[in-house]
T-cell receptor
Framework: DAGITQSPRYKITETGRQVTLMCHQT?????MFWYRQDLGHGLRLIYY???????DKGEVPDGYVVSRSKTENFPLTLESATRSQTSVYFCASRAGLEQFFGPGTRLTVL | QKEVEQNSGPLSVPEGAIASLNCTYSDRGSQSFFWYRQYSGKSPELIMF????GDKEDGRFTAQLNKASQYVSLLIRDSQPSDSATYLC??????????????FGKGTMLLVSP
């Protein structure tokens, strides 16, 4: 199916563990984004990418790493998870003015 | 720091009424303005965008922009219970097709009662 998918949809991990959230889009959009959404903070940009091998920091990049070796994939890695990284993570891609969001990953760090 | 401010709500309106959602922004360089709708537990979806002063209508939705006052609003006419959701305002600095990102407000929850 065409669109943007995220995996896993739910994840529980422990403090200090490495976690990778996957994002895949089938449209070949150049731009891709990672956001986190928390109560009281709204949607905040973590990292974004304008094309394969081009990434840049957003508002809250600390503790996260991204890569983009292929246009369609944009994984987000938490190198050493902390409780403050408990959140809902949304991946998005952009075509023209419109951003299309994936279904989200709910991450809990214990 | 670029800020986008919205009243968190909830904004409660009866079915059939007009819902008015407001958003202010601090960055005068903002040029494109977006309204997203987010149902509980779901991802945001674009309702409409506007980049010229004035009104833009799409069905029951009207976006209004006043750059001098740094104010953008969304009107929903004939509100339906299915409109109950959180509405996110977002702004973009560069020209519409530019290399830039969106800054989101925290959202306003709208509740439409039957």
């Amino acid at each position: 199916d065409a669109g943007i998918t995220q995996s896993p949809r739910y994840k529980i991990t422990e403090t200090g563990r490495q976690v990778t959230l996957m994002c895949h889009q089938t449209w070949s959009h150049s731009y891709m984004f990672w956001y986190r959404q928390d109560l009281g903070h709204g949607l905040r940009l973590i990292y974004y990418s304008a094309a394969a091998d081009i990434t840049d920091k957003g508002e809250v990049p600390d503790g996260y790493v991204v890569s983009r070796s292929k246009t369609e994939n944009f994984p987000l890695t938490l190198e050493s998870a902390t409780r403050s990284q408990t959140s809902v993570y949304f991946c998005a891609s952009r075509a023209g003015l419109e951003q299309f969001f994936g279904p989200g990953t709910r991450l809990t760090v214990l | 720091q670029k800020e986008v401010e919205q009243n968190s709500g909830p904004l409660s309106v009866p079915e059939g009424a007009i819902a008015s959602l407001n958003c202010t922004y601090s960055d005068r360089g903002s040029q494109s303005f977006f309204w997203y709708r987010q149902y509980s537990g779901k991802s945001p979806e674009l309702i409409m965008f506007i980049y010229s002063n004035g009104d833009k209508e799409d069905g029951r939705f009207t976006a209004q922009l006043n750059k001098a006052s740094q104010y953008v609003s969304l009107l929903i006419r004939d509100s339906q219970p299915s409109d109950s959701a959180t509405y996110l305002c977002a702004v973009k600095r560069a020209p519409p097709e530019g290399y830039s990102t969106l800054t989101f407000g925290k959202g306003t929850m709208l509740l439409v009662s039957p």
